[in-house]
């Protein structure tokens, strides 16, 4: 990635680490989860630099040791009473806000494409309609939690709609990787987020908002339900 010019880094580090930043307010401030996610941003740093997730001739892929500890850490979250616990007690409206990245990361996926590291379809030129999520986060989070204007109900159709974005590209890009199993542009298959810092997409920012996703829905989903049960009395 020698080749890039340095403004792509430098936005997608600042856009990082706003992810970090918003995820780490929606969690309360946890500096506990902040230590967990700065040692694996490390983790992942060093081992890119290395050119480890470059060698794409090996099997299983390496890709997977950068993708696969966030993912399970995602499930126990949701599997344990105690992670279900920190689930509701995230402020739902930075983990709203917190979609707002979506729209530099857009643009960061774009100039990648420019410069032939990634395919075309993982852009807003393509198949991927991801940054919608992002220009409709501020109004949702506006209109939704500052002035009270949108029901719980509405907020939760935004929310599935976003996450069904964000999976939309995370299968596009995963087949557009160059392993065996890749699927789409062969011509131009998708590198730039086997090195560094690209690969902080699917090792940080993609897990925070994937799991952002999923707390928000839980969230709206208990919210939607309790009132329910309150009306029955």
């Not at 936005?11 to 929606?26: D, E, H, Q, R």
């Not at 480890?52 to 993708?67: G, K």
Request: proline share 6%.
């Amino acid at each position: 990635m020698e080749n890039l010019p340095y403004y792509i880094s430098l936005v997608f580090g600042f856009t990082t680490l706003l992810t970090v930043f918003l995820f780490y307010k929606a969690a309360g401030n946890s500096k506990k989860l902040l230590l967990i996610i700065t040692g694996w941003m490390l983790l992942q740093t060093v081992i890119s630099i290395t050119g480890f997730y470059a060698d794409t001739s090996s099997l299983p892929p390496r890709f997977l040791l950068l993708v696969m500890p966030p993912m399970v850490f995602i499930v126990i979250l949701f599997s344990t009473g105690r992670g279900r616990m920190l689930i509701g007690s995230l402020d739902i409206k930075y983990l709203t806000i917190l979609n707002i990245i979506r729209i530099p990361v857009e643009l960061v996926l774009f100039w990648l494409f420019v410069h032939k590291t990634i395919p075309q379809l993982m852009t807003f030129e393509g198949r991927n309609f991801d940054i919608l999520s992002g220009v409709s986060a501020p109004f949702v989070y506006y209109f939704g939690f500052i002035k009270s204007k949108l029901s719980s109900k509405t907020i939760l159709v935004w929310n599935i709609i976003c996450l069904v974005l964000l999976l939309n590209i995370i299968v596009s890009a995963i087949l557009s990787l160059p392993y065996p199993f890749q699927q789409f542009a062969l011509d131009q298959p998708n590198i730039a987020i086997l090195y560094f810092p690209f690969i902080w997409l699917p090792g940080v920012i993609v897990p925070i908002v994937l799991f952002s996703q999923f707390a928000s829905l839980s969230i709206l989903i208990n919210r939607e339900r309790k009132l329910k049960t309150m009306a029955t009395y």
